[in-house]
């Protein structure tokens, strides 16, 4: 396989995995396998130029996603801990330029690398911004980098208990101004704010009278094992409530 990206965030052409969806029953199955790994990858940001700015901005969050759920997973892979912090600190630098200048080759060409980083990150594991994402494409068909962006707020409050001093130290990495698990928050909605991802969940989908099946899938997905803290059922419905009326 020789793998061409086109968009700055899924990270397939580094990956092992393969993602379905089951029409009958509005789920995503996750299948792996080294042979589904290519052998050549080629990233030319010449190709990513036409991609429009709100799926810059909404691949771009996929490629955060995979980091911040690899870096944040309490799961031993230094080499996937190094890489997701790194492709953080690209990420930080270059997506907004990419979104607002869409001709600005470094841009484009950095985001390229930071998306193919994340998913060698989350090699190490993900974690419940997935797990919450993937029922909601499955039964809504919404953009999957642009769901992970809109409960990765809520997701990262969950787990702060167990990811506060790892985010610090993220946060000092990126040099962020308020260098504290607050101040990545406030990076977090800022650059959603700039990237016209929505607050809530409601702005994505019509109703909330699916969540409690969701929340039973979210909690079976193959991703709720990587996140920091162990979550239950009940937690993923509130999690889906909260995102859905804002309330962090």
């Known amino acids: 396989i020789i793998a061409i990206?086109?968009?700055?965030?899924?990270?397939?052409?580094?990956?092992?995995?393969?993602v379905f969806t089951k029409e009958d029953t509005?789920?995503?199955?996750?299948?792996?396998?080294?042979?589904?790994?290519?052998?050549?990858?080629?990233l030319d940001p010449y190709l990513t130029i036409a991609l429009p700015p709100h799926l810059t901005a909404?691949?771009?969050?996929?490629?955060?996603?995979?980091?911040?759920e690899a870096y944040c997973s309490p799961f031993f892979h230094p080499l996937s801990q190094g890489i997701a912090i790194e492709g953080i600190s690209i990420i930080h630098k270059y997506l907004l330029t990419a979104f607002s200048d869409g001709n600005n080759i470094e841009a484009r060409g950095n985001m390229l690398a930071s998306s193919s980083m994340g998913s060698t990150a989350f090699q190490k594991g993900l974690g419940a911004i997935h797990s919450l994402s993937h029922p909601v494409g499955a039964i809504y068909n919404t953009h999957h980098g642009l769901t992970n962006a809109v409960f990765m707020p809520y997701v990262l409050i969950k787990n702060k208990d167990a990811i506060e001093n790892r985010i610090?130290?993220?946060?000092?990495?990126?040099?962020?101004?308020?260098?504290?698990?607050?101040?990545?928050?406030?990076?977090?909605l800022d650059l959603?704010?700039?990237?016209?991802?929505?607050?809530t969940l409601k702005e994505l989908i019509?109703?909330?009278?699916?969540?409690?099946?969701?929340?039973?899938?979210?909690?079976?997905?193959?991703?709720?094992g990587g996140n920091p803290i162990q979550l239950t059922?009940?937690?993923?419905?509130?999690?889906?409530?909260?995102?859905?009326?804002?309330?962090?």
């Open 5 to 18: 990206p086109t968009t700055a965030g899924t990270g397939s052409e580094t990956g092992r995995a393969a």
């Open 26 to 42: 509005h789920e995503k199955k996750i299948i792996f396998h080294p042979k589904m790994l290519p052998s050549i990858v080629i």
């Open 58 to 68: 909404f691949t771009g969050m996929d490629a955060l996603a995979h980091c911040l």
């Open 168 to 188: 610090e130290s993220l946060a000092r990495y990126i040099n962020l101004p308020d260098p504290n698990f607050d101040g990545f928050i406030k990076w977090i």
């Open 192 to 199: 959603r704010n700039k990237l016209a991802v929505p607050h």
């Open 206 to 224: 019509k109703d909330d009278e699916k969540f409690e099946e969701m929340s039973v899938m979210a909690f079976n997905d193959p991703s709720t």
């Open 233 to 248: 059922d009940k937690d993923f419905l509130q999690l889906y409530r909260d995102a859905y009326n804002g309330k962090l």
